[in-house]
């Protein structure tokens, strides 16, 4: 690249100002995106987009740092749901789902039919790591549908959830030039920080295109503004949530330390009280012995009648 490009700065497109920018003003440019990284059948394909709302920059005071009112139709008029989440809470799989299940229920008019009801799919791109375990510590890509539990194969057609977790991505082979690979490259590569495009991007026409999108010359000071606003929210919001998780993770090990003192004085106060009643037992056999009646060795042990039969 020449002197003059390399000093062209850029915005991250993972920032809600960018990606509104980018998807919400470039129809086309979304439904390459989201040809490329849904999980789509052969001869299945994105052929229109419709925003239900204006995408207007909301006040930040109370924007949603998500875009939900994203909806697409493919060739066999499924509906999709797109959105972008900055961090992941508990409860954001929970909102994914209760919207992509409202899409689902809209679309049937009063006096249509169940069998007119299309399948939604919900894509989530999160730039946060989600899923920790060891069987999907390297997984990036995850598809959620319903199927049998003992036949995977047997499905209910209706509700799908995508969640890409962004921060896991890596390019195995920097030559692939796959379309899912360029864009999540793309959106994982392109910073404040990136001084030059990676070539192999640029000469594909739609990311560089997207690339244009995000320069920073192209955005007002009002814009620059909000996006630095922007930055500021997410950061905090999700400091305070690694500061819950911190003392959420600290109470838990103080309510199992608790736990543990609780038990194991429970468990004292089984053995005290068997040790007991072995102890009063081994006095009823030596009253018995030296021929006291039944009642005078319940008066002097606190034992019962059927606890001394059945142990004497």
């Excluded at 991250?12 to 129809?27: Q, W």
């Excluded at 991505?169 to 379309?179: G, L, R, V």
């Excluded at 009063?280 to 001394?308: C, D, R, V, W």
């Amino acid at each position: 690249m020449d002197a003059v490009t390399k000093k062209i700065k850029y915005l991250d497109p993972k920032n809600d100002l960018t990606f509104r920018k980018i998807f919400a003003d470039h129809p086309h440019l979304l439904m390459s995106f989201l040809n490329s990284i849904l999980p789509l059948e052969e001869g299945q394909k994105i052929e229109s987009i419709e925003y239900l709302q204006p995408e207007i920059i909301p006040e930040l005071s109370g924007f949603k740092r998500s875009i939900v009112d994203v909806h697409c139709t493919d060739n066999r008029q499924r509906y999709f749901i797109v959105e972008m989440q900055m961090y992941w809470t508990s409860a954001f799989m929970k909102r994914m789902l209760f919207n992509t299940g409202k899409a689902y229920v809209r679309q049937l008019k009063h006096g249509g039919k169940y069998r007119d009801l299309k399948p939604v799919y919900g894509l989530s791109l999160v730039d946060a790591t989600i899923h920790k375990s060891k069987e999907l510590e390297k997984i990036y890509y995850h598809h959620y549908k319903m199927v049998h539990t003992i036949n995977s194969s047997e499905k209910i057609d209706g509700l799908e959830l995508i969640f890409v977790e962004l921060p896991k991505f890596k390019a195995s082979n920097f030559t692939d030039k796959k379309i899912q690979t360029l864009w999540l490259r793309f959106l994982t590569e392109i910073d404040e920080d990136t001084s030059e495009v990676p070539d192999d991007l640029m000469n594909d026409e739609l990311i560089k295109e997207a690339v244009e999108c995000v320069q920073r010359e192209a955005f007002t000071e009002d814009e620059l503004r909000y996006y630095d606003q922007y930055w500021d929210v997410v950061r905090t919001d999700k400091a305070a949530i690694e500061e819950w998780e911190e003392k959420y993770k600290k109470l838990s090990e103080e309510n199992q330390q608790i736990s543990k003192v609780v038990e194991d004085a429970k468990q004292e106060t089984i053995k005290a009280k068997q040790e007991a009643k072995e102890a009063k037992l081994k006095l009823a056999k030596q009253l018995k012995k030296y021929g006291l009646s039944m009642n005078e060795i319940i008066n002097e042990t606190g034992l019962t009648s059927e606890e001394i039969n059945q142990n004497l």
